[in-house]
DNA sequence: CCGTAGCCGATGATCGATCATTGCTCAAAT
DNA sequence: ATTTGAGCAATGATCGATCATCGGCTACGG
């Protein structure tokens, strides 16, 4: 289960590249549940996605069974697959963790990056950038990016996959769509990361297990 | 995907609680991967576990992907399932999250055990006892329960579902297999840990860190 | 002798159909 | 009116079969 699905799906071209079909599945569930076809608490039924894509219920059990491990949905024995009810209590477990893992994540980023935060201070002038125009989705994904670049750059796979399965993307847009959570004008709380990478902060883990942690602070409702 | 299976297969009674045929099919792979029949790096065929358990592809399958979660074996498209090769590498990856999330954990328990350390104490005496009967298996044994005690009692499903996925069990039994991994004398360990707990230590994260990481340098080979 | 294209068996991926459970409907009994 | 349980439709779980891909083997050309 690779979870980042690189491109778009094969219909427009035949790619060098075969993508299972869970995976194209997987992509259009995620899709929908970030466009609001389903509310949290919705039932997802896997031969309706089947004949919908024209694909057989196997594919489809494959890819709700990896959004379950990404804890957007939930799966219960033969009572099938449900949306994932979004309070802001299990937010905050899932930033919790994800802070556990990122406090990690960056104090083994630190020495391996050396210093070399082109790809942060891009992502994060794209998210100066969005600030400004007010485009929520595209800071969003950015501050994502951010926050991945940086995990991926720990060297540890096992850390990376677990990182991978929290979704945090997919949360981010969802709990935009879905509680209204704010955007913090965080900017300058990554810009205090970049720094601290640039020259090894002692206290990178404690300042990263912070952010994170303040983003589950961010909701209005 | 529940991962822990409380009892035995179902072939001495029929239980009142009907268990999903892939869960069966998991804990006879998890049982024979422990067991020794396969080697790391060795292919696990899907239709041969299917024949074997005289049941269909289709649940085999989603126990392998289940597996596949805990880092247990690997899988790539068209290329089916090997069991994951397990060097100490990988070993410290898989405690370097592992100590992450029981840091965080402890963290989070200790103020919601409120000094109910009864549970713990109780696998610290089996430990202790399993230690000086030199039942190496058995100290695992407790030692693990006593770590998912501690990690249950957090009261954070996610974390706790991430720390269920690193698969701690197998692969306590798994090293001590396949690395011949010494069991460090660690009772007293745990002891401190219970101390703290028992006090509310405001150090416990980071000693609960430290106690899992040294795990990992417990290897002879 | 070595490299390479093509054949072929093994096996993962997917399919369409069937079995079994769940939740609902609705009417009879209280 | 409420309860209760048989009947039924929906749907998850499982099955057996087929399709597609991978890896090894072999024959051929150099």
């Given at each position: 289960?690779?979870?980042?699905?690189?491109?778009?799906?094969?219909?427009?071209?035949?790619?060098?590249?075969?993508?299972?079909?869970?995976?194209?599945?997987?992509?259009?569930?995620?899709?929908?549940?970030?466009?609001?076809?389903?509310?949290?608490?919705?039932?997802?039924v896997?031969?309706?996605?089947?004949?919908e894509l024209?694909v057989?219920?196997?594919?489809?059990?494959?890819?709700?069974?990896?959004?379950?491990?990404?804890?957007?949905?939930?799966?219960?024995?033969?009572?099938?697959?449900r949306?994932?009810e979004?309070?802001?209590?299990q937010?905050?477990?899932?930033?919790?963790?994800?802070?556990?893992?990122?406090?990690?994540?960056?104090?083994?980023?630190?020495?391996?990056?050396?210093?070399?935060?082109?790809?942060?201070?891009?992502?994060l002038?794209?998210?100066?950038?969005?600030?400004?125009e007010g485009d929520?989705?595209?800071?969003?994904?950015?501050?994502?990016?951010f926050?991945?670049?940086?995990?991926?750059?720990?060297?540890?796979?096992?850390?990376?996959?677990?990182?991978?399965?929290?979704?945090?993307?997919?949360?981010?847009?969802l709990?935009?769509?879905?509680?209204?959570?704010?955007?913090?004008?965080?900017?300058?709380?990554?810009?205090?990361?970049?720094?601290?990478?640039?020259?090894?902060?002692?206290?990178?883990?404690?300042?990263?297990?912070?952010?994170?942690?303040?983003?589950?602070?961010e909701?209005?409702?």
């Amino acid at each position: 289960m690779s979870v980042p699905l690189p491109t778009g799906p094969p219909g427009g071209g035949p790619s060098l590249e075969r993508v299972p079909l869970h995976e194209h599945v997987r992509h259009f569930v995620l899709e929908g549940l970030v466009a609001g076809r389903w509310e949290p608490g919705d039932r997802i039924v896997e031969r309706r996605i089947a004949q919908e894509l024209a694909v057989s219920q196997a594919p489809v059990r494959e890819a709700l069974r990896e959004l379950e491990t990404m804890e957007l949905v939930t799966c219960a024995p033969n009572k099938g697959v449900r949306v994932r009810e979004l309070t802001l209590g299990q937010l905050r477990d899932v930033y919790l963790v994800r802070a556990a893992l990122e406090r990690r994540a960056v104090m083994l980023a630190a020495p391996r990056m050396a210093g070399n935060v082109a790809t942060l201070e891009h992502h994060l002038d794209a998210m100066r950038r969005a600030a400004v125009e007010g485009d929520i989705d595209s800071q969003a994904l950015h501050g994502v990016a951010f926050h991945r670049a940086i995990v991926h750059a720990c060297g540890n796979p096992v850390l990376i996959r677990h990182w991978d399965w929290l979704g945090v993307e997919a949360w981010t847009r969802l709990s935009l769509r879905w509680l209204r959570t704010e955007l913090h004008d965080n900017a300058e709380d990554h810009e205090e990361l970049v720094e601290g990478l640039r020259r090894g902060d002692p206290h990178l883990g404690r300042l990263m297990e912070l952010h994170v942690m303040d983003y589950s602070n961010e909701s209005r409702t």
